[in-house]
C-alpha cells in the first residue's frame, strides 16, 4: 500500500491579528448582481504556457453555487488595504523544484489560521509544483481553505468560497519568473489581511494584484482574526520503493547554503486591526525531517525577520557509527571555534556536522575516516581499537601519550588499559621545531633511565617517563608534545571556554572543569528542546491531519478568471 508522509519546515508564530468587530454590511457602493444558472462560460483562452482558462462573467461568479451566496453582493474592491511598504508584508522567493512523482508535490505557502485543531479555520496562499492537480510541473500560484478542520474545504476554486475578482489573474496560473542558482532571485510579495469593514480575508499577490477574497461569512473563528500564522515549505513523501522520496523542497538547496542558493521567506509581517505592521515575534521553527530540509531564520535590516528553507529530500547524508544521527559535509571558517566531537581539537576545514541543528556533534573529515584498529609503534605488541566515546561516559581518560585529558575517541588497548588520543595516535614522527636547531624525532617515553629526572626544555617541568615525547638525541633536547610542542601558541586557559585540553600536569579539576561546564550547558539546552519538541509534537499532529485531508481534494480542474 502506498502511504503519503507529509514533511514539512515551517516558521510558526502565535498572533491576534483583528480582534475588531466588523460591520455586516456589504459594499454598497457595488450593484447588486443576481444569480444566473448554468451560464456558461463566455470565451476560453489559452495562457502562453499552455493552459485553458475559463473567462466567467461576473454574473456568474461560481460563488453564487455555495448555498450561503444566493442573493450575495461581490465585494469588487477591499475597503482598505495594507500600505505597500518598501518592504511589503512577506515575500517568498520561487523556485521551480524538482518533484519525483506527479502525486507528489513541493510548496510554499502561507497559513493564516483560527481556532482548535479539530474545526480549524485556515487560508493559505502561495506555489505549488503538482503534476496530478496541473498536468506539469510548473510552480502555479494556488490557494487554500477550511472553515472545518480540514473535513470540507479546497484548492483553489475547487469548491464555491474564495470569491476571485481580479480580470488578470487565474488562480492556478503558472509563476512566470522562476529563481535560478546562483542567479536572479524572483520574490511573490503575498498579503492576507482582514478587510475592516467587511470581515473579509483578502489576497493580494505581486504587490498589486487582489486576487480575491474569503467572505467572512465562511468562517466561525477567522471571523474574529487569526490566533497563528505559518510560513514555510511542505512537500509529500509517498517514499516509492520504500526511500525516502527525492522530492525538494523550496530551491532543493539546505537552509545553510544561503542567499542564491537556498529559497527563502523574508519581510515577515504581521498586519493588525490598525494597519500597523509589527515584526513576527516568539515565532519558532519547526522540521519534520532535519535530514532531508531544514530552516534558518534571522532577522537583517532590509531583509526583516526571514528565513531560509528547502533542502533535497533523500540525499548524501553519511552515518557514522559514533553517532545516532545522520552526518553531513560543511567547510570550516576560521572563526567557527567548535571542537571537533572526535578528538577534541579545533575544528578546520572540511568537517561533518549532525543534521539535528539542536546536536552539537561534530566530527573532521579525518577523525569521521579514522580505522576501526590499527597498530602503532608506541604500542608494539597489541592492536589499539578506536573506541567512540570513554567507557566511563562522565568522565574524561588521560591520554597515555600526551598526559593531557580527552573526552571523544580513543584508541585503546584493553589488554593493557593504554589509551591514546586519536589526534596523538597521528603525531609525525619527526618534526622542525622553531626553538631547536635540529629536527626532533617521537619517542615514546623518556629517553632517561627511571631513577632520572627529565625536564621539558621549552617550560621546564618534569615530565614522567611513560609520556610520549619530541626529543634530539643530539642535543639531549626534549619538549612535551601537545602544550609544548603542537600547540605551543595555544596554552589552554583553565576553566576556558571548552576549547583545547586540560593539562594532565594541572591536576583533576581541570580537565573536569572544562567537561562539566560543557554538560551543564547542555542540559538546560536539553531541557529546553525537550519543552520545544513537546509543542512539535502536537503541531506534528495537526499538520499530518491537515495534508491527510488536503491531498484527498486535489481533482484537476480549468482555471476560472473573472471578466
Ligand atoms: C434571495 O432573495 C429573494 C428575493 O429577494 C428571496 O426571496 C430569497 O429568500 C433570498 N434568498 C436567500 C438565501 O436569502
Ligand atoms: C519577470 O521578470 C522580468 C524581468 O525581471 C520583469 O520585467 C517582469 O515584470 C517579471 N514578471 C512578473 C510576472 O513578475
Ligand atoms: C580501554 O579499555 C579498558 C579495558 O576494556 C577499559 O577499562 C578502559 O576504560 C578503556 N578506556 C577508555 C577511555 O574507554
Ligand atoms: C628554563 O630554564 C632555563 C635554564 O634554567 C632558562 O634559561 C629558561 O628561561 C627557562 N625557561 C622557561 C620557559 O622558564
Ligand atoms: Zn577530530
Ligand atoms: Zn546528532
Ligand atoms: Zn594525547
Same mark, same amino acid.
Given at each position: 500500500m502506498m502511504v503519503a508522509h507529509f514533511v514539512l519546515s515551517v516558521l510558526i508564530v502565535a498572533a491576534i491579528v483583528s480582534g475588531s468587530?466588523?460591520?455586516?454590511?456589504?459594499? *454598497?457602493k457595488v450593484e447588486k448582481i443576481l444569480k444566473k444558472l448554468n451560464k456558461p462560460a463566455l470565451k476560453s483562452i489559452k495562457s502562453p504556457d499552455g493552459d485553458i482558462i475559463d473567462c466567467v462573467h461576473m454574473n456568474n461568479h461560481p460563488i453564487y453555487d455555495h448555498p450561503f451566496f444566493k442573493? /450575495?453582493?461581490?465585494?469588487m474592491k477591499p475597503s482598505s488595504y495594507p500600505k505597500v511598504r518598501p518592504n511589503p508584508s512577506e515575500r517568498k522567493v520561487s523556485w521551480s523544484p524538482y518533484v519525483q512523482t506527479p502525486k507528489e508535490f513541493s510548496l510554499a505557502q502561507m497559513w493564516v489560521m *483560527? =481556532?482548535?485543531?479539530?474545526?480549524? $479555520?485556515?487560508? !493559505? *496562499?502561495?506555489w505549488q509544483v503538482y503534476q496530478d492537480r496541473y498536468g506539469d510541473d510548473n510552480p502555479r500560484y494556488f490557494i487554500f481553505w477550511t472553515a472545518d478542520g480540514y473535513h470540507s474545504g479546497c484548492y483553489n476554486l475547487d469548491c464555491p468560497?474564495?470569491?476571485?475578482?481580479?480580470q488578470n489573474f487565474a488562480l492556478g496560473a503558472a509563476v512566470s519568473n522562476v529563481s535560478t542558482l546562483n542567479g536572479q532571485q524572483y520574490h511573490i510579495p503575498t498579503t492576507i489581511w482582514k478587510d475592516p469593514h467587511t470581515g473579509n480575508w483578502w489576497l493580494k499577490f505581486n504587490d498589486h494584484e487582489f486576487v480575491g477574497y474569503w467572505p467572512s461569512i465562511l468562517f466561525n473563528h477567522l471571523k474574529d482574526g487569526a490566533t497563528e500564522i505559518q510560513w514555510g515549505g511542505e512537500i509529500i513523501n509517498f517514499k516509492d520503493g520504500s526511500l525516502h522520496t527525492t522530492t525538494r523542497m523550496g530551491s532543493g538547496h539546505f537552509a545553510e547554503e544561503g542567499y542564491q542558493k537556498a529559497s527563502y521567506f523574508k519581510n515577515l509581517e504581521i498586519i493588525d486591526e490598525h494597519d500597523i505592521h509589527n515584526k513576527p515575534k516568539e515565532g519558532y521553527s519547526y522540521m519534520t525531517q532535519e535530514s532531508c530540509y531544514n530552516i534558518r531564520s534571522g532577522y537583517a535590516k532590509i531583509w526583516g525577520v526571514y528565513f531560509y528553507y528547502g533542502g533535497p529530500g533523500r540525499n548524501q547524508n553519511l552515518r557514522h557509527p559514533s553517532h545516532n544521527h545522520p552526518l553531513r559535509g560543511h567547510k570550516a571558517q576560521v572563526e567557527d !571555534?567548535?571542537?571537533?566531537?572526535? #578528538?577534541?581539537?579545533? %575544528?578546520?576545514?572540511? /568537517?561533518?556536522?549532525?543534521?539535528?541543528?539542536? #546536536?552539537? /556533534?561534530? %566530527?573532521?573529515?579525518? #577523525?569521521?575516516? %579514522?580505522?576501526?584498529?590499527i597498530r602503532h609503534k608506541s604500542h608494539p605488541d597489541h592492536p589499539l581499537i578506536l573506541l567512540y566515546s570513554p567507557q566511563n561516559n562522565h568522565f574524561p581518560y588521560t591520554c597515555d601519550a600526551c598526559g593531557e585529558y580527552g573526552s571523544g575517541f580513543t584508541y585503546n588497548c584493553s589488554i593493557c588499559q593504554y589509551d591514546v588520543h586519536v589526534g596523538c595516535v597521528s603525531m609525525p614522527e619527526t618534526m622542525k621545531h622553531d626553538e631547536h636547531v635540529h629536527p626532533l624525532a617521537l619517542i615514546y617515553k623518556a629517553p632517561c633511565p627511571t631513577d632520572h629526572i627529565f625536564t621539558c626544555d621549552v617550560c621546564n617541568e618534569t615530565m614522567p617517563h611513560n609520556l610520549w615525547l619530541y626529543y634530539c638525541q643530539k642535543c639531549d633536547y626534549g619538549a612535551h608534545l601537545h602544550s609544548c610542542v603542537a600547540e605551543e601558541e595555544e596554552k589552554p586557559e583553565k576553566g576556558g571556554?571548552? +576549547?583545547?585540553?586540560?593539562?594532565?600536569?594541572?591536576? =583533576?579539576?581541570?580537565?573536569?572543569?572544562? $567537561?562539566r561546564g560543557r554538560s551543564s550547558a547542555n542540559s538546560e539546552l536539553a531541557a529546553m528542546l525537550k519543552a520545544q519538541r513537546e509543542m512539535e509534537q502536537m503541531q506534528i499532529a495537526l499538520h499530518l491531519? &491537515?495534508? +491527510?485531508?488536503?491531498?484527498?481534494?486535489?481533482?484537476?480542474?480549468?482555471? %476560472?478568471? &473573472?471578466?
Amino acid at each position: 500500500m502506498m502511504v503519503a508522509h507529509f514533511v514539512l519546515s515551517v516558521l510558526i508564530v502565535a498572533a491576534i491579528v483583528s480582534g475588531s468587530e466588523f460591520s455586516d454590511t456589504r459594499d *454598497a457602493k457595488v450593484e447588486k448582481i443576481l444569480k444566473k444558472l448554468n451560464k456558461p462560460a463566455l470565451k476560453s483562452i489559452k495562457s502562453p504556457d499552455g493552459d485553458i482558462i475559463d473567462c466567467v462573467h461576473m454574473n456568474n461568479h461560481p460563488i453564487y453555487d455555495h448555498p450561503f451566496f444566493k442573493n /450575495y453582493t461581490i465585494q469588487m474592491k477591499p475597503s482598505s488595504y495594507p500600505k505597500v511598504r518598501p518592504n511589503p508584508s512577506e515575500r517568498k522567493v520561487s523556485w521551480s523544484p524538482y518533484v519525483q512523482t506527479p502525486k507528489e508535490f513541493s510548496l510554499a505557502q502561507m497559513w493564516v489560521m *483560527a =481556532g482548535p485543531f479539530s474545526e480549524v $479555520n485556515s487560508v !493559505e *496562499a502561495g506555489w505549488q509544483v503538482y503534476q496530478d492537480r496541473y498536468g506539469d510541473d510548473n510552480p502555479r500560484y494556488f490557494i487554500f481553505w477550511t472553515a472545518d478542520g480540514y473535513h470540507s474545504g479546497c484548492y483553489n476554486l475547487d469548491c464555491p468560497g474564495f470569491v476571485p475578482v481580479s480580470q488578470n489573474f487565474a488562480l492556478g496560473a503558472a509563476v512566470s519568473n522562476v529563481s535560478t542558482l546562483n542567479g536572479q532571485q524572483y520574490h511573490i510579495p503575498t498579503t492576507i489581511w482582514k478587510d475592516p469593514h467587511t470581515g473579509n480575508w483578502w489576497l493580494k499577490f505581486n504587490d498589486h494584484e487582489f486576487v480575491g477574497y474569503w467572505p467572512s461569512i465562511l468562517f466561525n473563528h477567522l471571523k474574529d482574526g487569526a490566533t497563528e500564522i505559518q510560513w514555510g515549505g511542505e512537500i509529500i513523501n509517498f517514499k516509492d520503493g520504500s526511500l525516502h522520496t527525492t522530492t525538494r523542497m523550496g530551491s532543493g538547496h539546505f537552509a545553510e547554503e544561503g542567499y542564491q542558493k537556498a529559497s527563502y521567506f523574508k519581510n515577515l509581517e504581521i498586519i493588525d486591526e490598525h494597519d500597523i505592521h509589527n515584526k513576527p515575534k516568539e515565532g519558532y521553527s519547526y522540521m519534520t525531517q532535519e535530514s532531508c530540509y531544514n530552516i534558518r531564520s534571522g532577522y537583517a535590516k532590509i531583509w526583516g525577520v526571514y528565513f531560509y528553507y528547502g533542502g533535497p529530500g533523500r540525499n548524501q547524508n553519511l552515518r557514522h557509527p559514533s553517532h545516532n544521527h545522520p552526518l553531513r559535509g560543511h567547510k570550516a571558517q576560521v572563526e567557527d !571555534e567548535i571542537i571537533c566531537s572526535g #578528538c577534541d581539537l579545533d %575544528l578546520i576545514g572540511a /568537517y561533518f556536522k549532525c543534521t539535528k541543528s539542536e #546536536c552539537d /556533534y561534530f %566530527l573532521h573529515k579525518s #577523525c569521521f575516516d %579514522l580505522p576501526r584498529e590499527i597498530r602503532h609503534k608506541s604500542h608494539p605488541d597489541h592492536p589499539l581499537i578506536l573506541l567512540y566515546s570513554p567507557q566511563n561516559n562522565h568522565f574524561p581518560y588521560t591520554c597515555d601519550a600526551c598526559g593531557e585529558y580527552g573526552s571523544g575517541f580513543t584508541y585503546n588497548c584493553s589488554i593493557c588499559q593504554y589509551d591514546v588520543h586519536v589526534g596523538c595516535v597521528s603525531m609525525p614522527e619527526t618534526m622542525k621545531h622553531d626553538e631547536h636547531v635540529h629536527p626532533l624525532a617521537l619517542i615514546y617515553k623518556a629517553p632517561c633511565p627511571t631513577d632520572h629526572i627529565f625536564t621539558c626544555d621549552v617550560c621546564n617541568e618534569t615530565m614522567p617517563h611513560n609520556l610520549w615525547l619530541y626529543y634530539c638525541q643530539k642535543c639531549d633536547y626534549g619538549a612535551h608534545l601537545h602544550s609544548c610542542v603542537a600547540e605551543e601558541e595555544e596554552k589552554p586557559e583553565k576553566g576556558g571556554r571548552g +576549547r583545547g585540553r586540560g593539562r594532565g600536569g594541572e591536576g =583533576g579539576s581541570s580537565g573536569n572543569g572544562v $567537561n562539566r561546564g560543557r554538560s551543564s550547558a547542555n542540559s538546560e539546552l536539553a531541557a529546553m528542546l525537550k519543552a520545544q519538541r513537546e509543542m512539535e509534537q502536537m503541531q506534528i499532529a495537526l499538520h499530518l491531519e &491537515m495534508q +491527510r485531508a488536503k491531498i484527498d481534494k486535489k481533482s484537476r480542474k480549468h482555471m %476560472l478568471k &473573472m471578466i
